[in-house]
């Protein structure tokens, strides 16, 4: 900078973003979620031609742009395929740290399904263990009906620890 | 939220984007919104290619693609209004997240320097406004001024 | 430029104001699948992406991340770009580019907007500079308000000129399926509705909608071998502003004039009413409308008034313009400047319907306008 420019000490202005919005689910993401706040029942969705089922669902295959319409229920149990703990806090955080979330498959599901962890110590936590959703008490109809995954409690799983084929 | 019923209940999921931004001005502008808050004045720089003036001040000329010059030249606060419009309507503020309700009409200014920009007018009777009519920046004393373009309160209408 | 190339597949959806059946993506599945069958062709046919919208109008970043499923976009190449309010047509040229380069034989390119999920004058804000704009920016209301009366003034035109031209396009609208605002309008029904600014009301502004909207882009080759009625796209044009130009004076020369000059000349264009058979523009309002006639010199100076009294640019007029209904009818701010081209090139095929031009059209153009006075222009022909 010139000497035009000395002794101009660079203003820095905070701001927000604070801006309201409304995402439809849609028919299919609909039923998604009025099926977990109602029933407390996990549905996928099945292409038939590439035979994988999506959780949650969708209305066209990724690999084959197929249409899909074919439901499945899934349950409610599924495997550990990754996790992560958080130690920071941040106001779009659904809790307050320290917790834990992770990415687990459900039984019949072929894809992950990212959710939160549960009544279990950062210790616990195995690549591969087997989970139960908890479901909320007051259901509203979002993903968050599902409070989180928790350690199947022994002699009480009965999935299987495979994919959906 | 749903609507419709039964099978066909359509959900959605509300929420409110809420992101901090810190955002640097960098040193033209910096310095024009010290000008304000300490002096109390508008100023701008030039473009040494096409001469226009830069308001607010930046560090090239976006037209010619050369860089401004580092001087600076206080603009007079009086001018006239291009145009304006009443808000009649709050708006959604999203550096807020709630409704803005503007009680003053924004103009289109052009200033007697030949810079234009959007500021308030005081005249908020609009069978007083009219496009033409002169008008001079109304800056709020030194202690309250915060270096930010509401270190003017508004333009008031002056009288021919 | 290395390939000519031809729209090959033209989609949309039915655009409204309310769609909760639909998810973003899912929207934008409805026009990807119309193109596709338009074009009589399967995903796997095509070689690149493009897709679109106004991100912050529904807080969604990254969009072309998450939208891949419903557009079909799985290990492609592509990008996503967004122009304000020349989104739509910004993904129809970046296409043209694809398909021009050599790089690629076949383009698809999809804009969409679920406006109705967000808050429109937020993100209209938001999208002014956030260090010197967004305090007092509420919308270009006042510019547009002030260009009507300077037109008025310079001109002798009257409200009711910028009100035909809003029955015209209401008159349009309620002939194309996939319109938004189908209303059966009166002149007095304009002439009566809320004043926003003088001389602009509630009627003269266009709408909030959702809806989406796909072309298919294909190289010369290629285009002729599968499409028995590919529409030519001859030339284009892009020219923008400073940002200056919303919060502040327009400059003297708009960049409708600087583009119209540029692309008439390259393609010997010197009577645009007889050299163009029909025009699909992007008007924000029906003054805007009015006022572009000339910018675009589809008349003389002064004259764009006389247009709408002769009933010259109606859809069985000399010189058409915007008988889809136009942007008044119509507005999903990412897919509005690509349903310009869309709804040229269907005039181009003789494709539109129930809104099809009563003219032989061999020439079309559609232009494209967003903040910053940004224009763009394209021209479409039945054979080069």
């Known amino acids: 900078m010139g000497e035009g420019m000395n002794g101009t000490e660079p203003l820095v202005f905070p701001t927000r973003l604070l801006i309201p919005y409304t995402n439809y689910a849609g028919r299919v993401g609909s039923r998604f979620l009025r099926e977990i706040r109602d029933h407390k029942r996990i549905m996928g969705m099945r292409c ?41 806090g941040e106001r779009f955080h659904p809790v307050a740290p320290p917790f834990m979330y992770g990415i687990v498959k459900l039984d019949g599901a072929d894809t992950g399904l990212l959710h939160l962890l549960g009544e279990m110590d950062a210790g616990e936590v195995e690549i591969g263990m087997r989970l139960e959703a908890v479901f ?20 009480g799983d009965r999935g299987r620890s495979g994919g959906g084929r | 939220m749903g609507e419709g019923n039964g099978s066909e209940e359509l959900l959605a999921v509300s929420y409110t984007l809420d992101l901090p931004f810190r955002y640097a001005a960098g040193p033209f502008l910096s310095r024009f919104y010290r000008e304000l808050k300490e002096k109390g004045r508008l100023v701008a720089n030039t473009c040494p290619q096409c001469g226009r003036l830069l308001f607010p001040p930046m560090i090239v000329c976006g037209r010619c693609h050369v860089r401004a010059t580092e001087e600076f030249v206080e603009l007079s606060a009086t001018g006239t209004v291009l145009d304006y419009t009443v808000v009649l309507q709050p708006i959604q503020d999203p550096t807020t997240g709630k409704m803005r309700e503007e009680r003053y009409p924004h103009a289109t200014i052009l200033l007697d320097d030949g810079v234009s920009f959007t500021h308030r007018l005081k005249e908020t009777d609009l069978a007083k406004l009219r496009a033409g009519m002169r008008v001079e920046g109304v800056f709020r004393d030194q202690g309250e001024r915060q270096g930010h373009m509401t270190d003017i309160l508004y333009f008031r209408t002056v009288e021919d | 430029m290395a390939n000519r190339v031809a729209i090959v597949g033209v989609g949309q959806t039915h655009h409204t104001a309310h769609r909760p059946d639909v998810n973003q993506v899912e929207l934008m599945n409805e026009a990807v699948r119309a193109a596709l069958r338009d074009a009589d062709l399967s995903i796997k046919d095509v070689d690149a992406f493009l897709m679109g919208n106004m991100e912050l109008f529904e807080g969604s970043y990254l969009v072309d991340m998450w939208a891949v499923d419903g557009i079909g976009s799985y290990m492609k190449p592509g990008a996503k770009i967004t122009s304000g309010g020349t989104t739509g047509a910004s993904l129809a040229i970046a296409a043209f580019e694809y398909a021009a380069s050599g790089l690629f034989d076949i383009v698809l390119a999809v804009g969409f907007e679920k406006q109705e999920e967000g808050n429109t004058q937020a993100g209209i804000v ?87 909207c ?69 008007e924000p309002s029906s003054w805007g409308e009015l006022e572009w006639y000339e910018l675009y010199h589809f008349c003389e100076r002064g004259e764009a008034w006389k ?32 349903i310009r081209i869309a709804e040229a090139a269907l005039q181009v095929r003789g494709d539109a319907g129930t809104h099809q031009v009563t003219r032989e059209v061999r020439t079309a153009l559609a232009t494209g306008w967003g903040g910053s006075d940004w224009t763009t222009m394209v021209l479409l022909k039945k054979s080069l």
């Open chain 3, 307 to 338: 247009l709408a009294e002769k009933g010259t640019t109606d859809m069985e007029g000399e010189f058409p313009v915007n008988p889809s209904g136009g942007v008044v009818s119509t507005n999903p701010i990412g897919a509005t400047a690509m």
């Open chain 3, 126 to 212: 938001a999208g002014s500079d956030p260090l010197w704009g967004r305090w007092i920016f509420t919308s270009s209301l006042g510019i547009f308000a002030r260009t009507a009366l300077e037109y008025m003034r310079r001109t002798g035109a009257r409200e009711e000129h910028a009100a035909m031209l809003r029955v015209k396009a209401d008159r349009c609208a309620c002939r194309n399926p996939y319109a938004h605002l189908k209303l059966n309008l009166t002149m007095e029904d304009v002439l009566n509705s809320r004043m926003l600014v003088y001389p602009l009301r509630f009627l003269d502004m266009c709408p909030v909608s959702n809806g989406a």
């Open chain 3, 214 to 282: 796909a072309l298919i882009v294909a190289s010369e080759a290629v285009a002729r071998r599968i499409s028995d009625k590919p529409v030519w796209v001859a030339d284009w044009v892009t020219v923008h502003d400073l940002e200056g130009s919303l919060m502040g004076a327009m400059p003297d020369v708009r960049t409708h004039e600087i583009a119209a000059a540029e692309l008439y000349k390259r393609n010997q264009i010197t009577d645009v009413r007889r050299d163009i058979d029909v025009a699909e523009i992007y």
């Open chain 1, 136 to 155: 909320a008490q007051e259901r509203k109809g979002s993903i968050l009906d599902i409070e989180y995954f928790r350690p199947v409690a022994a002699g």
């Open chain 1, 48 to 88: 038939p031609q590439c035979e994988r089922v999506y959780v949650p669902p969708r209305s066209t295959c990724y690999a084959c742009f197929g249409q899909l319409d074919q439901w499945v229920e899934v349950g409610s149990t599924g495997t550990l395929v990754s996790f992560t703990e958080v130690h920071y």
